[in-house]
């Protein structure tokens, strides 16, 4: 259950939103395009933050550059 303490992870690095435009989800009132957001975690695939619902998630990379 490490997933239940990456809020309080020390930040790893900063990326910011790109776009919130997915094909199967919604992610649209989770991301702001423009925004910069905190990684507390990452895979090969994903980016974990604390996304506008100042809880933690999984976000495909794709939505993100690094600042």
């Not at 992870?9 to 649209?28: G, R, S």
């Not at 395009?33 to 996304?51: A, H, L, Q, S």
Request: glycine share 2%; with cysteine; aromatic share 14%.
């Amino acid at each position: 259950m490490m997933h239940l303490k990456w809020e309080n992870n020390q930040t790893l690095k900063q990326i910011e939103c790109v776009h919130a435009n997915a094909k199967k989800f919604v992610v649209d009132n989770k991301l702001t395009p423009g925004k910069v957001y905190d990684v507390k975690n990452e895979t090969e695939e994903f980016y974990f933050i604390i996304d506008n619902s100042n809880r933690i998630a999984g976000f495909r990379k794709d939505y993100f550059k690094e600042v």
